[in-house]
């Protein structure tokens, strides 16, 4: 049976899978995504039209015998009456577990933002120090122009290989 469009949340890391579930929560996994496909509906439909050909076409007009379940379908409407009853429970199981998988991807979320916003504050903290350590590095090098400036020193007037010219 598949589907014409994956879902993914298995491979969500925060969501539990496999081994990690229990009993009930594997068979809810795998009655929303049989009932809630289209072949389920076609399937579905496809025995509600095989009955009804089986009982009124093929039993009573070709056998030319008694059907077991004739026209107005009676014991078809029980089976249906009873499938209604399980499926609400079945799709209560199952929205129960679709709920269940919201609330794991959002703790997973909320524990990756906590953790995101304690590396921003570090990242932030650093930038700081950084900026402050640059902002001084940019003072010390003004003071060392002024004092070479003061000294008569030609500040890149000559190449780094020699030394500076003497005042003597």
């Not at 504050?121 to 003061?150: C, F, P, R, Y």
Request: no cysteine; hydrophobic share 45%; aromatic share 8%.
């Amino acid at each position: 049976m598949e589907q014409s469009w994956p879902t993914l949340w298995h491979k969500h890391p925060g969501v539990r899978t496999g081994e990690q579930l229990t009993r009930g929560e594997r068979a809810a996994d795998r009655m929303r995504n049989a009932m809630g496909s289209w072949t389920f509906v076609f399937a579905f439909f496809a025995v509600m039209i095989l009955w009804a050909i089986v009982n009124t076409v093929l039993i009573e007009r070709v056998l030319h015998d008694r059907p077991f379940d004739p026209y107005p379908y009676i014991l078809l409407n029980l089976f249906l009456s009873m499938m209604a009853g399980v499926q609400a429970a079945a799709l209560l199981i199952a929205a129960k577990r679709s709920d269940s998988i919201s609330s794991e991807v959002a703790v997973h979320t909320s524990m990756n933002t906590d953790d995101i916003k304690q590396l921003i504050q570090e990242n932030n903290a650093l930038t700081a120090q950084v900026k402050t350590n640059t902002d001084l590095l940019d003072e010390i090098h003004l003071h060392i122009a002024n004092i070479g400036l003061k000294i008569g020193a030609d500040m890149g007037k000559f190449p780094p290989t020699l030394s500076p010219p003497n005042e003597s």
